[in-house]
């Protein structure tokens, strides 16, 4: 595998704001390794997202939740964000992408059920 040093886009090389317990979580993770070149390694070396998946899924499977990949982890965040009415230059800059329209198109799954649906319509429209 090789790293790519340089992100994609201009977009790609962002300062993402996370959540308190998120960011104590990647605390606790570097203290793992303090000294390491990359925050997830195993026997000194860079784990790639192909071997990353595969532990993330034994995780979930440990802890009796769905298996879930990096990916879709990814679009399950942008999903919220969206659904929750964040901002969207600041959906836009959390996923690293130009457009927001990029987030949107390949990123986004509705995650609200019919009854939530209902109640976000119900409150703009009224009779």
Not at 48 to 63: D, E, G, Q, R
């Amino acid at each position: 595998f090789g790293i790519q040093d340089m992100p994609k886009t201009e977009c790609g090389e962002r300062y993402v704001l996370l959540p308190k317990q998120a960011a104590e979580t990647l605390k606790a993770i570097h203290r793992l390794n303090p000294s390491g070149s990359y925050l997830f390694m195993r026997n000194g070396k860079q784990i790639h997202s192909k071997s990353f998946n595969y532990y993330l899924k034994k995780a979930c499977t440990a802890v009796g939740i769905p298996k879930r990949s990096t990916h879709k982890i990814r679009k399950t965040y942008a999903s919220t964000l969206i659904n929750g009415n964040v901002n969207e230059k600041l959906i836009q800059r959390q996923l690293g992408h130009k457009d927001i329209e990029t987030t949107k198109k390949y990123y986004y799954f509705n995650t609200n059920t019919k009854e939530s649906d209902r109640k976000i319509i119900s409150s703009v429209i009224r009779y």
